[in-house]
């Protein structure tokens, strides 16, 4: 049987990974509508 502590250790660092890139990709998206906002105004 594998240990439940390893999985529960993968499955945060995943969901850490996972929130960092999101948040990543929010955050260049937000730069890249503002840029846009202003080059349009």
Known sequence: MKK???SVTKC???RLLYT???T???TA???C???VF???N
Do not use: A, Y
Request: proline share 5%; hydrophobic share 50%; glycine share 10%.
């Open 12 to 14: 945060m660092t995943l």
């Open 4 to 6: 439940p502590r390893t």
């Open 24 to 26: 990543g990709l929010l």
């Open 38 to 40: 202003l080059n349009g």
């Open 20 to 22: 960092s890139s999101l």
């Open 33 to 35: 509508l503002i840029l």
């Open 29 to 31: 998206f937000r730069s």
